[in-house]
């Protein structure tokens, strides 16, 4: 890929997220469009558009973060059923997880409301309470 992703401008600091863990491999911060409300995006640092291309150490250190993300979700959001995960990246072609509590399969097929404004102050909010 020769042009920056989104995600890529987020980690590099070019453009804010609301961060709930970064380590040297990947980094975790709060969706803006959620699939429903808690949901995180789980990214990995090297730019590749999908998942099987990543180094393994990459690999596993993704599915890492996915993993402390879903027992932070399940801590936070402790009514729900379940915590969805969605490897998917049609928006944005840089490897990314999307993690997020749900009590049904038709919440995980939720779509977003990308018109809205993102309420950043809940965003921040929920994020300082998954932040590891």
Same mark, same amino acid.
């Given at each position: 890929?020769?042009?920056?992703? #989104?995600?890529?401008? #987020?980690?590099?600091?070019? +453009? *804010?997220? $609301?961060?709930?863990?970064?380590? &040297?491999? @990947? ?9 429903? *409300? ?16 990543? +180094?393994?150490? &990459? ?14 979700? @399940?801590?936070?959001? *402790? &009514?729900? +059923? ?11 072609? $840089?490897? $990314?997880?999307?993690?997020? *509590?749900? &009590?049904?399969g $038709? ?6 409301d ?7 102050t ?6 300082? @309470?998954?932040?590891?």
């Open positions: 890929m020769s042009e920056d992703s #989104i995600f890529t401008k #987020i980690i590099r600091g070019e +453009a *804010p997220c $609301h961060k709930v863990h970064e380590d &040297d491999k @990947t980094i975790a911060f709060m969706d803006i469009y959620p699939i429903q *409300p808690g949901a995180v995006l789980v990214v990995a640092k090297q730019q590749v558009d999908h998942f099987y291309d990543l +180094a393994d150490e &990459d690999y596993q250190a993704l599915m890492a973060t996915v993993k402390r993300v879903a027992n932070q979700l @399940t801590l936070a959001f *402790p &009514d729900k +059923a379940r915590i969805g995960v969605i490897i998917e990246g049609f928006e944005v072609p $840089h490897v $990314h997880v999307k993690v997020f *509590p749900i &009590d049904s $038709h919440e995980l097929r939720h779509l977003p990308m018109t809205r404004e993102p309420d950043h809940e965003l921040a909010k929920i994020a300082t @309470t998954l932040a590891f």
